[in-house]
């Protein structure tokens, strides 16, 4: 899709996994884009991901899957499960889905490798949004107005281009989540595993370099929440466990352990406004009991670039409407079942315990496979 000679220009807003996957997908097709990021630099961000066969097909199609891989531990997401005890509920099945487990900066990094520096712009906070693709833009503490054919706004759950252009905030899930990566070999080695407690999950996850990811999901009465202390208070919960969940928790560098509500929002009855378009959370952030999340965003990425790629530039709307329409059937069933999932994990009852560990003994490894797979047999379309 192109005016002529010119490239067609892109404004995409935040540079997370979701604005920098569609960047460089866009870039694939032949369009010019903006990356504007608040932060001022791009540092080390977040813990440890999950992706699963859907997201890494994807990146396939943009070339980096190879890049990816080599950056991260092929493992099994929710594969081995455990008691708190450390009793063994069950272990891999050749037939479960293989994940990639990586960490976040790292596939960060593989994305922005493959982006000239002059197309990303930090200490870039859009204030406020138009449909017809203007945006207020403070830069450097300076405001400026920008625009483009196409605004992709790839800012997050807490979105200000949704908040502004559509409505919807986030809504708070009860749950919280502490997340960590311990340094490298500090704790090794170390099995994948999931270990269901009463309303309470601990998974742990190895990294390259002899690291790991762990997290903890937890009830939480109100939002926003802090303690003093963050990891004092996840060894509060679950110092009790099984080995090594104490001493994961107790080797991260306290600054370094996050924090976080689980949220997601309402489902919209679009993900475009004329010249402006949603992307990974903003459109439909969910929890992350699929670990599908920035799985989704990529594949955002990849199907609107293949959409604006089947047009001709008169035709934005045309392939905007075809991005919307695929992308909101594919993932907000997604995010109502993730929703549920909240639900079910999070119920402290000992029956809803022993329905989980049950199902875990019980359930034969193909319907595992079926259920686990439910989401990530997805093929990305060719760019
Ligand atoms: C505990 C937890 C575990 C998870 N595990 C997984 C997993 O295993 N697998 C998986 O696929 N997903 C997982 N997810 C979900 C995943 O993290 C998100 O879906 C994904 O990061 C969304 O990417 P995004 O680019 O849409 O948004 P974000 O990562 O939130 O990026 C938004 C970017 O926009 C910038 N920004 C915001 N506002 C502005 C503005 N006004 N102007 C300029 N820039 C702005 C922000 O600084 C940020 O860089 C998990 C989420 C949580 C909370």
């Not at 569609?22 to 870039?27: C, T, W």
């Not at 884009?33 to 932060?39: D, F, I, K, Q, W």
């Amino acid at each position: 899709m192109s005016t002529g000679t010119a490239p067609s220009t892109a404004i995409i807003v935040g540079a997370g996994i979701g604005g920098l996957t569609a960047a460089v997908a866009l870039r694939r097709i032949g369009w010019s884009v903006t990356v504007l990021e608040r932060a001022p630099i791009i540092a080390e961000v977040g813990a440890g991901l999950t992706l699963w066969p859907n997201a890494i097909r994807a990146l396939g199609v943009l070339g980096l899957a190879e890049a990816v891989e080599a950056r991260a531990v092929p493992t099994v997401s929710r594969g081995n499960l455990r008691t708190p005890s450390g009793r063994w509920l069950r272990h891999n099945h050749p037939d479960d889905v293989g994940v990639l487990a990586v960490h976040r900066a790292e596939l960060h990094d593989v994305l922005r490798r493959a982006l000239p520096e002059s197309a990303l712009h930090t200490d870039a906070e859009v204030v406020s949004i138009a449909p017809d693709g203007k945006v207020m833009c403070r830069c450097a503490g300076e405001e400026s107005e920008l625009s483009a054919d196409l605004v992709i706004a790839a800012d997050g759950v807490n979105s200000v281009c949704r908040r502004t252009l559509w409505s919807g905030n986030p809504v708070f899930q009860g749950r919280s989540v502490w997340r960590g990566v311990t340094p490298s070999g500090s704790v090794w080695p170390v099995r994948e595993c999931l270990t269901l407690g009463h309303g309470q999950q601990v998974g742990l996850l190895p990294l390259p370099d002899e690291r790991v990811y762990w997290f903890v999901t937890l009830n939480a009465d109100e939002p926003n929440k802090e303690y003093a202390d963050e990891p004092g208070e996840v060894l509060r919960r679950v110092g009790g466990w099984h080995d090594p969940i104490p001493a994961l928790i107790q080797a991260t560098p306290p600054d370094h352990v996050l924090h976080n509500d689980i949220v997601d929002i309402d489902p919209l009855d679009t993900f475009v406004k004329d010249r402006v378009v949603l992307l990974g959370d903003s459109a439909h952030a969910m929890s992350p009991d699929l670990g599908q999340g920035a799985c989704q965003a990529i594949e955002d990425a990849v199907v609107l670039a293949a959409a604006l790629n089947s047009f001709t530039a008169d035709d934005l709307p045309a392939a905007l409407a075809q991005y919307d329409a695929e992308r909101r059937a594919r993932v907000q069933p997604m995010a109502a079942e993730a929703r549920e999932s909240v639900k079910r994990n999070s119920n402290p009852s000992r029956v809803a315990h022993l329905g989980l560990a049950i199902a875990a003994r019980l359930i034969p490894p193909a319907a595992w496979r079926k259920a686990t797979a439910r989401w990530s047999d997805w093929n990305p379309p060719k760019l």
